[in-house]
């Protein structure tokens, strides 16, 4: 064999490693396609997980807000129910033991109307009897 066929056999060899180098190359662009529009749908899913995302922290942060409020009204109820209603409890229950007190005096008024109605009774009979 001579230098020229050798060189057409060293480029015929070239020639088919670089044909199997393009077939492997194409093979991975195909594959680089493929991840790419993997990619991409990844993208657009990942954009609408942010959209969610976005959407939840502003309704959590409505929330927040009403919370706070909410924090804010139970607060002054706390302090109108120490100074108000703890002293108009006082005050009911300073005036129901001053009615109890009352009730009382008048049990015993009752009691002794009771006994003189009685005497007056015993003294009736007494003299309707003579």
Known sequence: MNN??????????????????????????????????????????LEKIDTRLDKIDTRLDKVDIRLDSVEQRILKIE???ENEVAKKIQLLAEG??????KLRCLDELTDKVDDIQNTVDVLKHIVVKK
């Open 96 to 101: 129901h033991s001053g009615i109890a007190e």
């Open 4 to 45: 020229e066929g050798k060189i057409l056999v060293v480029l015929e060899q070239l020639q088919q490693g670089q044909t199997l180098t393009n077939a492997r190359l194409d093979k991975m662009d195909a594959r680089l396609d493929k991840m790419d529009t993997r990619l991409d749908k990844m993208d657009t899913r």
């Open 79 to 81: 302090v109108i129910q």
